[in-house]
């Protein structure tokens, strides 16, 4: 199937108030935003003299964070919610601020956050380590699919690995298969995020529970583990 995706820039307005400024004043600040608003993302900078431009981030891939992380004391994110924020504060380490031009909102991402996703992680990653069959889902997906690790596991023998490939990932669907123990995501690592019981395979690689040769050119390197589409400024 041909996707055609179309770039829509979003209109509202990155002028922070002065609560922002305010919070952010003597600070190094890496500035941060979704696609929607990375061609906006200068006339922030310019409010914040002691700032740099980072770049766009993903809710699976903070790249342009954590290439400047030595360089700033925080970040501001500029944009909705904490799906993108969340990435850059548990990549970096650096306290991590979010400014919502829609609600004109503004405050640092709350550690009781922060720690409840990475205790989720934790709690998933226990899960695998207990489970005899472990469900491995599998993306047709361009820039998400990672067919060849998964065909890696099927062959190891310490656990049983079922493969499950899809297009588009349907949570109900997945009820019918009661024999899986646990399910061990090979696509966009935010997936675990939506239901219990899913462990990235990442995770679980940066755990040292699982280990692989080193990826190939011939694999499909998924988005988030690459720099490719990660713009720092819009042209």
């Not at 956050?113 to 491995?136: E, Q, W």
Request: glycine share 6%; proline share 3%; aromatic share 8%.
């Amino acid at each position: 199937m041909h996707t055609l995706f179309i770039h829509a820039k979003s209109d509202q307005d990155v002028t922070l108030t002065s609560e922002a400024v305010k919070g952010l004043q003597g600070k190094k600040v890496g500035i941060v935003t979704s696609i929607q608003l990375l061609h906006a993302i200068k006339k922030v900078q310019e409010q914040l003299p002691k700032s740099i431009v980072a770049g766009q981030v993903l809710g699976c891939n903070a790249y342009n964070a954590e290439n400047i992380k030595n360089k700033v004391d925080c970040f501001l994110f500029v944009g909705s919610g904490a799906f993108h924020p969340i990435q850059v504060a548990t990549r970096t380490e650096k306290p991590t601020y979010v400014f919502n031009p829609a609600t004109r909102q503004f405050g640092r991402l709350q550690q009781k956050t922060i720690d409840a996703y990475l205790d989720r992680k934790r709690g998933s990653i226990l899960k695998f380590l207990h489970a005899k069959n472990v469900g491995v889902i599998v993306s047709t997906k361009a820039g998400q699919k990672n067919f060849a690790r998964a065909m890696e596991l099927e062959k190891r023998k310490e656990k049983n690995y079922y493969v499950f490939v899809s297009d588009t990932l349907n949570f109900n669907e997945m009820e019918n298969f009661p024999f899986i123990d646990c399910w061990l995501n090979t696509a966009c690592p935010r997936i675990a995020d939506e239901k219990a019981g899913i462990v990235n395979i990442n995770d679980l690689m940066e755990a040292n529970v699982l280990t692989f040769p080193k990826i190939s050119s011939g694999y499909e390197i998924p988005i988030w583990m690459s720099k490719k589409g990660m713009k720092r400024v819009d042209e």
